[in-house]
Nanobody
């Protein structure tokens, strides 16, 4: 089927940088959107950034100017470059893909297992 594998999470000091990666594998025909969500302790999951197959991007206001989302379509991989990290960025970050399979015609959503990002003050 489809698997999303995330990497790059960890512990970093405030002001530091981190880059998350997410690779999608399986019988994928095409990926329309790829994005990153995060969920901090006691809070709801929120969209951090999303990128379309054509390269259009959207960000939550709190990360604009600090985070950059990109993708490598040949590798079915999405990245999130996180700079000037703040303690409030601490959360579990989840990769998401909206895609089509060879065996189906509709759009399907898949999620990664999540990777912990912790920013210390």
């Amino acid at each position: 089927q489809v698997q999303l594998v995330e990497s790059g999470g960890g512990l970093v000091q405030a002001g530091g940088s981190l880059r998350l990666s997410c690779a999608a594998s399986g019988s994928i025909f095409s990926i329309k959107n790829m994005g990153w969500y995060r969920q901090a302790s006691g809070k709801q999951r929120e969209l951090v950034a999303v990128i379309s197959s054509g390269g259009s991007t959207e960000y939550v206001d709190s990360v604009k100017g600090r985070f950059t989302i990109s993708r490598d379509n040949a590798k079915n991989t999405v990245y999130l470059q996180m700079n000037s990290l703040k303690p409030e960025d601490t959360a579990v970050y989840y990769c998401n893909a909206l895609l089509k399979l060879y065996s189906d015609t509709g759009l399907l959503n898949y999620w990664g297992q999540g990777t912990q990002v912790t920013v210390s003050s």
